[in-house]
């Protein structure tokens, strides 16, 4: 009997020790980046030409970048019928400030915003609105590339016109929600000496003026609903097929050429735009409370710009910019648009990164990176 008793016990010991290594072969693939990148890309080593040092000032490697970014926005949706222009929605928020954060080491960024402050001192008739988004990005003084997630809550129809209330010139929609997840990426021509990161993300400072080309493409998906009719009943007679339309989903493709440019005066301040200009792809759903969908494809015409003015030294930056992105698209038998700009203050700070941040990052991050 004892000797059955050890030798059950030894092996369970053997099972457990096997289960364990076959435990950590995959531990040390799958959980830890250095092993990962040496099994399935054992030839990847990323390097970067270096910018022209007489128009661009690169930061060194070890430094990390905090900013505090102030915005106000003028958010809105509007839904125009063929013909009808009296029955639009206009659909606005009351979003005053949104407030974010964004930390940048190396070739990432990350950071978020949300709005902050309470919905006091509105027009009569508006109701609350809330914003949040987050942003990723990997970044090279070439290209760009950059993920980014919003969502808006609540939102006011300011057109008489859409009330059933005569006392009342607004229609409050607290359920209907703006989702947007883009995947876009920009190519800088003329990287060496045209710095698009030096006003954008503010990781490398031009510092002599210079013009650039660059070319912006990506994939975007919006959705755009609420729990009930997305019109109300003294408009929906003048939208053909857009009776019980609880969703709209927008996906779009998008491939603009663009320019920009900086200004430096007196070394360390500057002035800066760039636009881009385009036609999207533009692939359109409606979906009725029944989940029965009309499917529309068209081109969608875009507005994409900013322009700023700071200050720029080796440690700390600042700067008021604008933004704008616009769209506008012209389906079968309506019209879409939606626009969003940002007037904002940017205030960062530059120092040597902690070690636990450096050691996370070459730890994660492809070897060259």
């Known amino acids: 009997m004892y000797r059955w008793l050890t030798a059950a016990v030894f092996l369970l010991f053997f099972v457990v020790a096997v289960h364990a290594q076959e435990t950590k072969k995959k531990e040390n693939v799958f959980l830890h980046p250095d092993k990962f990148y040496a099994k399935y890309f054992p030839n990847i080593k990323i390097t970067y030409n270096p910018s022209d040092s007489t128009y661009i000032k690169t930061y060194p490697k070890n430094y990390m970048t905090v900013a505090l970014h102030v915005l106000s926005p003028t958010i809105y949706a509007n839904l125009e019928p063929s013909g009808a222009p009296q029955a639009s929605s206009d659909l606005r928020t009351n979003v005053k400030t949104i407030t974010g954060l964004s930390f940048s080491y190396r070739h990432v960024t990350a950071g978020f915003a949300l709005s902050l402050l309470p919905p006091l001192g509105d027009p009569p008739g508006y109701g609350s609105s809330r914003y949040r988004t987050a942003t990723i990005k990997y970044k090279s003084p070439i290209y760009i590339l950059t993920f980014r997630f919003m969502k808006i809550k609540g939102m006011t129809d300011i057109n008489a016109f859409n009330s059933l209330d005569l006392a009342q010139q ?200």
């Open 170 to 369: 607004t229609v409050y929609r607290p359920d209907i929600i703006i989702k947007e997840y883009e995947f876009e990426g920009i190519y800088n021509f003329n990287w060496k000496k045209y710095s698009y990161l030096s006003t954008i993300d503010y990781t490398e400072s031009q510092i002599k003026s210079h013009l650039g080309f660059m070319v912006k493409a990506g994939v975007y998906s919006q959705q755009f609903y609420g729990d009930s009719n997305l019109l109300s009943v003294p408009q929906r007679p003048y939208f053909e097929s857009f009776d019980n339309i609880t969703r709209m989903n927008g996906f779009n493709i998008k491939l603009s050429p663009g320019a920009g440019g900086n200004l430096v005066i007196k070394k360390h301040f500057y002035m800066a735009c760039a636009i881009f200009s385009p036609l999207n792809l533009y692939v359109n759903r409606l979906f009725t409370t029944e989940g029965i969908a009309h499917k529309e494809t068209s081109f969608q015409w875009v507005l994409d710009g900013s322009a700023s003015i700071g200050y720029q030294s080796k440690r700390f930056y600042a700067a008021l910019r604008y933004e704008i992105d616009g769209r506008t698209a012209a389906l079968t038998t309506f019209r879409y648009t939606s626009v969003y700009s940002y007037i904002g203050l940017d205030v960062g700070y530059r120092f040597k990164a902690p070690t636990f941040v450096k050691k996370f990052y070459k730890d994660t991050m492809p070897p060259g990176m």
